[in-house]
């Protein structure tokens, strides 16, 4: 069950992706920025579309422990090193986030960063969840 909605301005494009805006009602879970390690904090893989799965794996692996799921995301903003490697690696990014997120499009925004925290680190991505509370 989800209890946001997409927000369309009449006369707007549908955006690919991702939502211009998202109303919800509920309780709110939040992750920290999350990066590509397992949890032994080893970095899976040195390409950004592998640390993006895992990115993605790890975010899901957090919104459970606060009662959410994929379905549940309103809102991420991913943090990317290199917006050319991005671009090269859009099918990859693109096909691990249906395959793990499915058709749900949040409000996103993507942002390239001259680095992150984590020297190995590729992409970082902030998760905000609504879930439905009854």
Same mark, same amino acid.
């Given at each position: 069950? @989800?209890?946001? $909605?997409?927000?369309?301005?009449?006369?707007?494009?549908?955006?690919? /992706?991702? &939502?211009?805006?998202?109303?919800?009602? /509920?309780?709110?879970?939040?992750?920290?920025?999350?990066?590509?390690?397992?949890?032994?904090?080893?970095?899976?893989?040195?390409?950004? &579309?592998?640390?993006?799965? $895992?990115?993605?794996?790890? @975010?899901?692996?957090?919104?459970?422990?606060? /009662?959410? /799921?994929?379905?549940? !995301?309103?809102? %991420? @903003?991913?943090?990317? @090193?290199?917006?050319?490697?991005?671009?090269? *690696? !859009? +099918?990859?990014?693109?096909? #691990?986030?249906?395959?793990?997120?499915?058709?749900?499009?949040? #409000? %996103? +925004?993507?942002? $390239?960063? +001259?680095?992150?925290?984590? +020297? *190995?680190?590729?992409?970082?991505?902030?998760?905000?969840?609504?879930?439905?509370? &009854?």
């Amino acid at each position: 069950m @989800t209890a946001h $909605q997409s927000l369309l301005p009449p006369g707007w494009k549908r955006p690919r /992706g991702y &939502a211009n805006g998202i109303a919800a009602n /509920g309780r709110m879970v939040f992750t920290a920025g999350v990066v590509g390690w397992d949890e032994e904090e080893r970095f899976v893989a040195s390409d950004l &579309a592998g640390q993006f799965r $895992q990115v993605l794996v790890n @975010t899901l692996a957090i919104l459970a422990e606060g /009662g959410a /799921g994929p379905e549940h !995301i309103v809102r %991420m @903003t991913w943090y990317v @090193t290199s917006r050319d490697e991005y671009l090269a *690696q !859009i +099918a990859e990014i693109g096909a #691990a986030y249906r395959e793990l997120i499915g058709r749900n499009y949040p #409000a %996103m +925004a993507v942002v $390239q960063v +001259a680095a992150l925290v984590e +020297a *190995q680190a590729k992409v970082e991505i902030e998760t905000i969840a609504v879930v439905p509370t &009854a």
